[in-house]
């Protein structure tokens, strides 16, 4: 059986854009493009931090990366925010 309306909308219903999805999430949220570091190992680096912290944000019940980021402000808040205070 076909999709109906084309390649995009087969991908987003057969999950092709969840690579898509992150590298937005990354790249707006936390301006991973305009990132200065390009040599050795820092871009990957910092790609693993930003995907915990995404991680941590989503595991504490944030539907939207932005406002949990919000939120975390401080260590101390995002402590607090986790129980670990």
């Known amino acids: 059986m076909a ?3 084309g390649g995009a909308l087969r991908a987003l219903l057969c ?4 690579k898509e999805t992150h590298h937005h ?3 707006v949220t936390f301006g ?5 570091s390009r040599t050795g ?7 693993t931090i930003r995907a915990a912290i995404i991680t941590a944000i989503k595991d504490a019940g944030y539907l939207h990366i932005p406002e949990g980021r ?3 402000t401080t ?3 995002a402590l607090h925010l986790h129980g670990l205070d």
Do not use: I, T
């Open 32 to 36: 991973e493009d305009a990132s200065a």
């Open 70 to 72: 919000r939120d975390h």
């Open 3 to 5: 999709l109906p309306g």
């Open 41 to 47: 190992r820092g871009p990957a680096n910092l790609a």
């Open 25 to 27: 999430v990354r790249d």
């Open 15 to 18: 999950g092709g854009n969840v």
């Open 75 to 77: 260590p101390a808040g």
